[in-house]
Nanobody, 123 residues
């Protein structure tokens, strides 16, 4: 089993920054990819950013490229999402998720999820 716990959400004004963290425990070595997804009210869960735990390659959804950065801290078994230049459209519950194999864009490919953390960006 893999346990994921998110932290770092909150309320911020447009243009501000937040840093989300995803602490992983358990059989993390059995998963190859960790991603951040977000879900706004009435909308589908959306891929935001992902990182390959083996090679370190990173992937981003187009609307966050240049503003968000995903990184890993192997010593702490955590993955972070640095979010800069936040916009009201970034308001959502953010989830981290772990994937063994499959299409990393699709939320249905992931088999381990955190509980989510709320990010609210005011205009």
């Amino acid at each position: 089993q893999v346990q994921l716990v998110e932290s770092g959400g909150g309320l911020v004004q447009a243009g501000g920054s937040l840093r989300l963290s995803c602490a992983a425990s358990g059989r993390t070595f059995s998963r190859n990819f960790i991603s951040w997804f977000r879900q706004a009210p009435g909308k589908e869960r959306q891929f935001v950013a992902g990182i390959n735990l083996s090679g370190g390659a990173t992937y981003y959804e187009d609307s966050v490229k240049g503003r968000f950065t995903i990184s890993r801290d192997s010593a702490k078994s955590s993955v972070s999402l640095q979010m800069n230049s936040l916009k009201p459209d970034d308001t959502a519950v953010y989830y981290c998720a772990a994937l063994l194999s499959g299409n990393y864009i699709r939320w249905g490919s992931y088999d381990h999820w955190g509980q989510g953390t709320q990010v609210t960006v005011s205009s």
